[in-house]
């Protein structure tokens, strides 16, 4: 099976009233826990790297890696995705290198100014059937060098956004924030902003900051030396009213990194005589493949994954783009 492009995973799962999970990854095991978890629920998958992870990992590592578990598991749409793209370079970088689709995240910039970089990156991807993800209004947290203080989107714009750029899917911001703090007291979303503009644009959505930030995870992590005080994330049941009302992708990073450390931690601590890494990096893994799973099935993706044959890029491009 070919690598998946976003435009036709997000039109299944916007037919099918689901949402796939956009998973970020940094290494190996991370990718195995992934795939694995996408083939034992049967679920179509996005795996997706940001630039910190283009950087970490040098480009080519990643894709060979990925390119692994795609190989492993023909039977598995797996989408590869750029995470928040910070210019055309990074577009063109992760199109090169094999990526389906890329995200351009410019809603730092004025407006106009973000109408004009996503124009650019989506007339540039197009011609390779790549999809393109943009983002509008300011999500809050930080996640590795993309900061903001919250904007929500505003839907007018969004519809003018859309129509200006010829986007494939749009991330909105409703009241998320990357990274593990991302609630003061309880979680307040604006969850009806997305029935408004996906009425509005007929996109699908995208759900960035939706880690959950499960608490057996996090007592785990400050059970065994770590220190994460007052960490929060989004509840699943917001997240799942999302869905319901136009979300067709939801991004997850911390919880993986947690889910990861808090195993590694409790190893450390239990059996501190352990110094191969496959005796953490294994069970790392698996706990991954576990959240991975738990995803899958809360956000409805699992048994989706024989729905439709991937198209190559090739096909995208005269299918979708008329090239
Ligand atoms: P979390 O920090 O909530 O996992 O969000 C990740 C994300 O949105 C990546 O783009």
Redesign the pocket.
């Known amino acids: 099976m070919p690598l998946c492009t976003l435009k036709q995973a997000l039109e299944e799962a916007r037919k099918g009233h689901y949402a796939l999970g956009a998973f970020?990854v940094n290494n190996m095991e991370q990718i195995q826990g992934i795939i694995a978890a996408a083939a034992e629920t049967k679920s179509p998958v996005i795996i997706q790297a940001?630039r910190g992870a283009l950087k970490y990992t040098e480009l080519n590592y990643l894709k060979h890696m990925i390119l692994a578990a795609v190989e492993l598991h023909p039977e598995i749409p797996v989408v590869l995705h750029l995470?928040?793209g910070d210019s055309l370079e990074t577009a063109k970088t992760a199109i090169l290198l094999g990526f389906t689709s890329v995200m351009i995240d410019a809603s730092s910039k004025p407006y106009e100014e973000n109408v004009r970089i996503t124009k650019e990156v989506v007339e540039y991807a197009h011609a390779f059937g790549v999809s393109v993800e943009a983002e509008l209004g300011t999500l809050g947290g930080i996640?590795e060098d993309v900061s903001g203080v919250v904007k929500l989107t505003d839907p007018k714009q969004a519809t003018e956004f859309v129509a200006a750029t010829g986007v494939d899917a749009l991330a909105v911001a409703i009241g998320?924030s990357?990274?593990a703090y991302?609630f003061k007291s309880t979680p307040v979303l604006a969850i009806d902003l997305v029935e408004t503009i996906s009425k509005a644009t007929e996109k699908p959505l995208v759900m960035?900051?939706?880690?959950s930030v499960p608490q057996e995870i996090l007592a785990d992590i400050n059970k065994y030396g770590g220190k994460m005080p007052d960490a929060q994330?989004v509840p699943i049941p917001a997240i799942q009213n999302a869905i319901e009302r136009g979300v067709c992708k939801v991004?997850?990073?911390?919880?993986s990194r947690m889910a990861m450390t808090a195993t590694i931690r409790k190893i450390f601590t239990e059996q501190p005589g352990v110094f191969d890494p496959r005796e953490y990096l294994g069970p790392a893994r698996e706990a991954t493949k576990q959240l991975v799973m738990s995803k899958m099935r809360d956000f409805g993706t699992a048994g989706h994954a024989g729905d439709y044959v991937p198209i190559s890029l090739e096909e995208a491009k005269k299918t979708y783009y008329g090239l």
């Not at 991004?251 to 919880?255: G, K, P, S, W």
């Open positions: 970020n940001s995470d928040h996640e998320t990357h990274g991302k960035h900051g939706s880690s994330g991004n997850v990073d911390t919880d």
